[in-house]
């Protein structure tokens, strides 16, 4: 089988459309009221935009979509036609040469190599603000397990190692959700390293 740079998402990408529930929702909207009024946030793995990305637009943010899946993404160029977007991986994207005020990442991180995961960390510790905030989903424990809609390998890292990774790139654990389909969120926060 050819790879593809979505790790399988364009093949069923309209299927995941369709599928695409509201869960979710209840805690972009909390996290996108604790951050500044209507700063840039970056949804990293974005698929077509909805709930996250309508979430944080309705909350009055600029938002920036990345996403490997030519299909997901166009559904979400259709629905953001102002949006600046990228259709690259999280580990490559160009869009990690600028700054942004928060970073999100639903339903992504475990879907990547360790050292893929690794790497996106390291990149959103470098273009988060000092005091920029960075929210992802991902099972408080490590773990792996077949992902059931693209049937690749998935892995959570866990909260030991997140925490580990999160320190070596500038950020901090702050908080944690959970939302009504019990899928466990870390909140980081960037900070100003002494000198
Ligand atoms: C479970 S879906 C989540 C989509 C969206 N965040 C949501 O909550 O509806 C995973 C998304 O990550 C994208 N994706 C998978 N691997 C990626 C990668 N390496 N870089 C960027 N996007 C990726 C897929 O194309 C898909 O849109």
Known sequence: MIDDPSGGW???????????????RNVVRHWAKTLPRGGEVVDIGCGAGVPVAATLAEEGFSIFGIDASPTLLAAFRHR??????????????????????????????FLL????????IERVGRALKPGGRFLFSAPR???????LQTGRPSQSLGEAQYGQLLAAAGMRLVNSYLDEGENYYFEAESYVRPA
Request: charged fraction near 20%.
């Open 10 to 24: 364009e093949a069923i990408a309209n299927d995941f459309i369709a599928a695409r529930s509201d869960i979710g």
């Open 80 to 109: 953001f036609p102002d949006a600046p977007t990228a259709c690259e991986t999280a580990q490559a994207s160009s869009f990690f040469n600028r700054t942004f005020d928060a970073a999100i990442a639903v339903g992504l991180i």
């Open 113 to 120: 190599p360790a050292d893929g995961q690794r790497q996106l």
């Open 141 to 147: 424990q490590a773990a792996e397990w077949i992902d």
